[in-house]
């Protein structure tokens, strides 16, 4: 991706976080498009993400980690413990192809991904291979998550009620990690990034450019992902 400073020879984590919502028509249209294509909010988010940086970076080959939690096996059920792994979900827009057929390929490749979230990312790292760089995280830099509202909701057991808090980041794992939280009447979206690369300004034009992608790609997705805009109409005067 196009920094504004230079990466340090080595992550120092420090980062931020920028917080910005969708109204509820564009995120009545996220549902409705996802519907028509089999594919839930996620891969529909995902897929226009995916979009958004192809036109950032140029490349059409790249991978997007995503957070998986949960105990996929009956012998977990009664362990007590932290279930969590991360997943690199690899993206292909090659062809330029139209959105729809960037939505089936990762409707694809996340229901495959999905059947081996239980073997462990440093593994994967392991089997894989990559040039080891300090100054990077191996296999991805940017990430992607989706809280639906039933993992939003008040917890509350005898003698006690908890709720969650979000506040804002100042450490970042992650060049870039988007993370939605779906509720019943809005889209909330926390965009946390590394300060050491990007400018606060810088991360807020790519939360309105994710804004006007979703925008037309759910008004036209046969649209091909050279053709979606980036600039909205304020931008553009």
């Not at 998986?68 to 279930?83: H, I, M, Q, S």
């Not at 994967?124 to 296999?139: H, Q």
């Not at 992607?144 to 506040?167: D, K």
């Not at 990034?193 to 810088?202: G, H, I, N, P, V």
């Amino acid at each position: 991706l196009p920094t504004d400073r230079p990466r340090p020879p080595e992550q120092r984590f420090r980062g931020a976080s920028h917080a910005f919502a969708f109204g509820q028509t564009l995120g009545g249209s996220i549902v409705e498009l996802g519907r028509r294509y089999a594919a839930t909010p996620f891969m529909t988010l995902l897929a226009a993400y995916q979009t958004l940086l192809y036109r950032y970076s140029g490349q059409d080959d790249f991978a997007i980690g995503s957070t998986v939690a949960g105990r996929t096996l009956p012998e977990f059920e009664n362990l007590v413990g932290l279930f969590a792994n991360v997943l690199a979900l690899r993206a292909d827009l090659s062809g330029d192809p139209t959105f729809r057929e960037v939505l089936t390929r990762v409707r694809d490749v996340t229901l495959a991904a999905s059947e081996h979230q239980g073997v462990p990312f440093a593994k994967v790292v392991e089997r894989v291979r990559p040039p080891r760089d300090p100054s990077r995280n191996p296999l991805f830099q940017v990430c992607f998550g989706l809280l639906p509202s039933q993992m939003l909701q008040r917890i509350e057991a005898p003698g006690l009620t908890g709720e969650i808090i979000t506040g804002a980041a100042d450490t970042a794992r992650f060049d870039i990690a988007i993370n939605v939280l779906e509720t019943d009447t809005s889209v909330t979206v926390q965009l946390e990034y590394a300060s050491d690369l990007f400018d606060r300004w810088r991360v807020a034009g790519l939360a309105g450019h994710l804004e006007v992608v979703l925008g037309a790609v759910a008004a036209d997705p046969g649209l091909r992902v050279s053709q979606v805009g980036l600039l909205s109409r304020a931008d553009r005067e």
